[in-house]
C-alpha cells in the first residue's frame, strides 16, 4: 500500500539524481571509446609536426601556427591503428586493408611471388590519404616469401602500378597448401613501406603485417578458379571485409550503386 502524505494523497517516489562523479565516469568512457590508438610507427611523425607547430607559435606566425596544428591532428589520424573484428573460419580470405576495391580482374601474379604463370582472380585495394594504413593478413597462413621491388611512385589506381611502381610482396601458404599472394604497393606520395613480420612467420587472420605512408594500394591474388565476393567501387575494412570464401562454389559476385 502506497504511503500516504499530509493531506492524504499518495506520495510520489523521489528520484535521487546520480552522482556527478558517476555522470564525469560515463562522459570520460565515452571519449576514450572515441579515441583510436596511433600506431608506433606514427608518433615520431606527429611528434615533428607538433615541434614545428609549437615553433611557428613561439615566434608568433600565428597563422602558420594553425596550420600546423591541422596537419599535426592530420598525422595523427593518418597512423590511427584501430582494433578490429575478424571473421574466423577455415577458408575465408580477408581485406589486407581499409579502402575502395579499385579493380577486380583476372591476370597473371608478378614474378616477385613466385607463383605459377596462370591466370587468378586480383583484388586491388587502393588508400587514400584518410584512410587507414596499417595492413593485416587476409587469413591463417605461413609467410613463405617476401620480395621487396624497388620503382616508381606513380598514381597507385593505374592498373600499371602493379608492376611499375615500388612494392613488397608476400607470399602465403594457407593451410592446405593453396598460396595466395598479398603486394604492397606505393603510391604517388607513399616513400616508405614497412612491414613488422619476416619469412617463415606464421601469421593469424586479421593480424597486423605491415603499414605504408602515405597513400597507397594493396593487391590480392587469390588462387586459381576462386572467385570474389566483392565489387569496384565497394568499401573494404582491413581485418573485416569477406575478399573470398575458398569453401565455397559462389560464383563472382553481381553488385550495383544505390
Known amino acids: 500500500?502506497?504511503?500516504?502524505?499530509?493531506?492524504?494523497?499518495?506520495?510520489l517516489p523521489c528520484?535521487?539524481?546520480?552522482?556527478?562523479?558517476?555522470?564525469?565516469?560515463s562522459i570520460a568512457d565515452s571519449i576514450k571509446k572515441a579515441l583510436v590508438p596511433i600506431h608506433r610507427e606514427g608518433w615520431r611523425f606527429v611528434a615533428i609536426f607538433a615541434a614545428i607547430t609549437l615553433?611557428?607559435?613561439?615566434?608568433?606566425?600565428?597563422?602558420?601556427?594553425?596550420?600546423g596544428v591541422v596537419a599535426s591532428l592530420w598525422c595523427a589520424y593518418f597512423f590511427r591503428d584501430p582494433e578490429r573484428v575478424t571473421p574466423l573460419r577455415e577458408g575465408l580470405v580477408i581485406s589486407p586493408a581499409d579502402g575502395r576495391i579499385s579493380s577486380v580482374e583476372e591476370v597473371i601474379p608478378p614474378p616477385e611471388l613466385d607463383l605459377e604463370r596462370k591466370l587468378v582472380t586480383r583484388i586491388s585495394v587502393f588508400m587514400n590519404v584518410l584512410d587507414v594504413h596499417v595492413n593485416r593478413s587476409p587469413?591463417?597462413?605461413?609467410?613463405?616469401?617476401?620480395?621487396?621491388?624497388?620503382?616508381?611512385?606513380?598514381n597507385a589506381e593505374l592498373d600499371k602500378a602493379s608492376l611499375d611502381n615500388e612494392r613488397q610482396a608476400f607470399t602465403l601458404e594457407l593451410n592446405g597448401g593453396r598460396m595466395i599472394g598479398?603486394?604492397?604497393?606505393?603510391?604517388?606520395?607513399?616513400?616508405?613501406i614497412v612491414k613488422f613480420v619476416d619469412e617463415g612467420d606464421r601469421l593469424l587472420a586479421g593480424q597486423r603485417v605491415g603499414l605504408i605512408r602515405f597513400g597507397s594500394r594493396v593487391d590480392v591474388y587469390l588462387p586459381e578458379g576462386t572467385h570474389a565476393l566483392v565489387s569496384i567501387g565497394q568499401r573494404a575494412i582491413?581485418?573485416?571485409?569477406?575478399?573470398?570464401?575458398?569453401?565455397?562454389?559462389?560464383?563472382?559476385?553481381?553488385?550495383?550503386?544505390?
Request: net charge positive.
Open 1 to 11: 500500500m502506497p504511503a500516504v502524505g499530509i493531506a492524504g494523497a499518495p506520495e
Open 15 to 25: 528520484k535521487v539524481p546520480a552522482p556527478r562523479y558517476i555522470n564525469a565516469m
Open 55 to 67: 615553433v611557428l607559435f613561439w615566434f608568433h606566425l600565428s597563422t602558420l601556427g594553425w596550420i
Open 139 to 154: 587469413a591463417d597462413a605461413e609467410i613463405r616469401r617476401i620480395a621487396y621491388v624497388p620503382g616508381a611512385f606513380v
Open 182 to 192: 598479398v603486394v604492397q604497393i606505393a603510391g604517388l606520395i607513399a616513400r616508405r
Open 238 to 258: 582491413a581485418g573485416e571485409t569477406v575478399f573470398a570464401d575458398l569453401a565455397s562454389n559462389e560464383g563472382e559476385r553481381a553488385a550495383r550503386q544505390s
